[in-house]
């Protein structure tokens, strides 16, 4: 009896003990969720995210260190394609969880590094002290033991709303396909939002027909406007394809 007691006791205590683990590490914000916010140094001053940002798309990449071969390439990869992420309205967000003094020399080295035959390139987003993991816990990036950080490989691609609209997670080992992430924004920025909103099928592409959520047109509608039906057409019974 005095063992039974004793291991419910046990028990109790790791299951409260994990709940506080849990509470205090923070759950990953969904898509529709609010950004959390927050405040930090980095590499381009201190930023209030993402009330600095106004009516910008913004995507946060995070990486658990500085100086990582993986890291490197994906920040110099962004590098190379910043001003085609600019042209879009997005703002790029680095968050690391080294010290900003290690983040200015990892951002140097980069800045002389020639990648891919391309010549080396100015480093124009933040990179964010994060050496408390702070953001990381907010945007439930730490996983139980609360030191690990090798799962601090997110991104988050983030409305003018600052609602979460989208949501990547890579292994250390794995490189982050950039253009995947641009081809996200654009998708999301095509697809629009409220009534009109449209839906892109799989491997969509800019330019390429856009899928409708319901049937495009009421027979009224085209009775009023016979070419109304030139616009759109369907594969099988129940996906409605707008013409780009």
């Not at 408390?132 to 816990?137: K, L, N, P, Q």
């Not at 250390?172 to 992430?181: H, K, Q």
């Not at 409220?194 to 509608?221: H, I, M, S």
């Amino acid at each position: 009896m005095k063992i039974s007691l004793v291991l419910f006791f046990v028990l109790f205590v790791c299951s409260v003990n994990l709940k506080s683990q849990d509470k205090s590490l923070g759950n990953i914000p969904m898509i529709g969720d609010d950004a959390p916010s927050f405040t930090a140094e980095t590499t381009s001053g201190t930023l209030n995210f993402p009330q600095d940002y106004g009516r910008k798309w913004k995507i946060i990449f995070s990486h658990p260190r500085d100086f990582t071969p993986v890291c490197s390439s994906e920040i110099l990869t962004l590098a190379n394609m910043q001003d085609e992420f600019e042209k879009l309205n997005v703002k790029l967000v680095v968050i690391s969880t080294d010290t900003l003094q290690k983040h200015f020399m990892w951002k140097k080295a980069l800045e002389e590094t020639t990648y891919k035959g391309k010549a080396p390139v100015r480093i124009n987003f933040p990179l964010v002290d994060d050496n408390r993991m702070t953001v990381s816990r907010s945007y439930g990036m730490l996983h139980i033991p609360a030191s690990t950080t090798k799962d601090v490989r997110g991104v988050f691609i983030v409305s003018p709303e600052n609602k979460i609209e989208a949501i990547y997670f890579y292994p250390m080992n794995i490189g982050r396909n950039m253009e995947e992430i641009k081809r996200t924004v654009i998708a999301l920025q095509t697809a629009g939002t409220g009534n009109d909103r449209y839906l892109t099928p799989a491997n969509w592409q800019l330019g390429d027909d856009v899928l409708v959520p319901q049937f495009p047109y009421t027979e009224k509608q085209l009775k009023a406007n016979p070419e109304l039906k030139l616009a759109y057409y369907n594969v099988g019974s129940f996906m409605w394809f707008k013409k780009m």
